[in-house]
């Protein structure tokens, strides 16, 4: 049971690390919202925390971003997107 939650983890993380690099690489989206999701990325690949922990960080620069009106929607979704899957990251 511990095994298949701790895989299900990683798996989601590299869901939402793959959906926030697209944001990253997208000259399209304002250099703010870019730079936020740097910092989501670095709160997701910081191993001295738990998954759940990491997922909280990353949730609560997303989540400050994700209100900014010069965002794409195309980006909005994929930031909505990270944090519907961050949401369910538990330790």
Same mark, same amino acid.
């Given at each position: 049971?511990?095994?298949?939650?701790?895989?299900?983890?990683? !798996?989601?993380?590299? &869901? %939402?690390?793959?959906? *926030?690099?697209?944001?990253?690489? +997208?000259?399209?989206? #304002?250099?703010?919202? @870019?730079?936020?999701?740097?910092?989501?990325?670095?709160?997701?690949?910081?191993?001295?925390?738990?998954?759940? !922990?990491?997922?909280? &960080? %990353?949730?609560?620069? *997303?989540?400050?971003?994700?209100? +900014?009106?010069?965002? #794409?929607?195309?980006? @909005?979704?994929?930031?909505?997107?990270?944090?519907?899957?961050?949401?369910?990251?538990?330790?």
């Amino acid at each position: 049971m511990e095994l298949s939650r701790v895989l299900d983890n990683e !798996v989601k993380l590299r &869901n %939402a690390i793959y959906l *926030l690099m697209s944001i990253v690489n +997208d000259t399209a989206v #304002p250099r703010n919202i @870019r730079r936020a999701a740097t910092e989501a990325l670095n709160y997701l690949r910081d191993e001295r925390y738990t998954p759940g !922990v990491r997922a909280a &960080n %990353a949730v609560g620069v *997303l989540d400050q971003v994700s209100q +900014d009106p010069n965002m #794409p929607l195309s980006a @909005r979704t994929k930031v909505w997107q990270v944090i519907a899957i961050l949401e369910t990251i538990h330790d």
